[in-house]
């Protein structure tokens, strides 16, 4: 089926530097998603994206979240400045929408920040 | 904010038994219920989705049921395979391209 991939699958960096998680979504979807899991907790929705434009955002979404999908590449989630509490896997997941809302999602990227 | 529950938390089963795991939402401005699996190591894949205006929906060996009123849906699993072995997830979304919000997750562990 349809694949979402992420890069890098995993990042180490140090509290208060920036850090920009990459997803490649399926070719044609129009909605975009990051999820946020810390280990041994559930998946929480951190924000979606479409035409452009955050359309909601959860209260994880920090004023230090940016997210942008410049010219149809890749759909990105800045973190300027990091915290220790970010360390997480961040999944990206996108559905097609016109009807057909199902999420595929990626591998994610396991995010430690020391 | 919407709010869902999943049980039991984990649960093993002989190869070829049935599985039943219940999800409870509390939202009822909820009305799209998609279900997925997280093999070891593996991404989440989409399993079977089911809306509000529904009760049943059958894909294969997985059989979804819906209760709106009593805000429950349950996932039964027949004859279980150990390629069924994964965390199974429940998630509850106002509506399609929204948000999902996801389930505790019940591990499931299938033995030969």
């Known amino acids: 089926g349809p694949k979402v991939l992420q890069i890098p699958s995993h990042q180490i960096i140090d509290m208060g530097q920036m850090v920009t998680l990459n997803c490649d979504p399926v070719?044609?979807?129009?909605?975009f998603y990051w999820y946020k899991q810390i280990l041994g907790q559930q998946m929480e929705f951190l924000v979606n994206?479409?035409?452009?434009?955050?359309?909601?955002k959860s209260k994880l979404f920090k004023d230090q979240f940016s997210v942008e999908r410049p010219d149809g590449s890749y759909f990105t989630l800045k973190i300027q400045p990091t915290a220790l509490e970010d360390s997480a896997v961040y999944f990206c997941?996108?559905?097609?929408?016109?009807?057909?809302?199902?999420?595929?999602f990626g591998p994610g990227t396991r995010l430690t920040v020391l | 904010g919407e709010q869902v529950e999943q049980l039991p938390s984990s649960l093993i089963v002989q190869e070829g038994a049935s599985v039943l795991i219940n999800c409870s939402y509390t939202?009822?401005?909820?009305?799209?219920f998609p279900w997925y699996k997280q093999e070891p190591g593996k991404r989440l894949q989409f399993i079977i989705d089911?809306?509000?205006?529904?009760e049943r929906k059958q894909n294969q060996r997985l059989t979804l049921l819906f209760d709106k009123k009593t805000k429950h849906l349950s996932l039964h699993i027949t004859a279980t395979q150990p390629g069924d072995s994964a965390i199974y997830f429940c998630?509850?979304?106002?509506?399609?391209?929204?948000?999902?919000?996801f389930g505790t997750g019940t591990t499931v562990s299938v033995s030969p």
């Open positions: 998630s509850a979304s106002p509506q399609g391209g929204r948000a999902l919000i």
């Open positions: 089911i809306r509000s205006n529904m």
């Open positions: 070719s044609n979807h129009l909605y």
């Open positions: 997941a996108s559905s097609l929408g016109l009807g057909s809302y199902e999420q595929y």
């Open positions: 939202d009822s401005a909820s009305v799209y």
């Open positions: 994206f479409y035409n452009g434009k955050v359309m909601e």
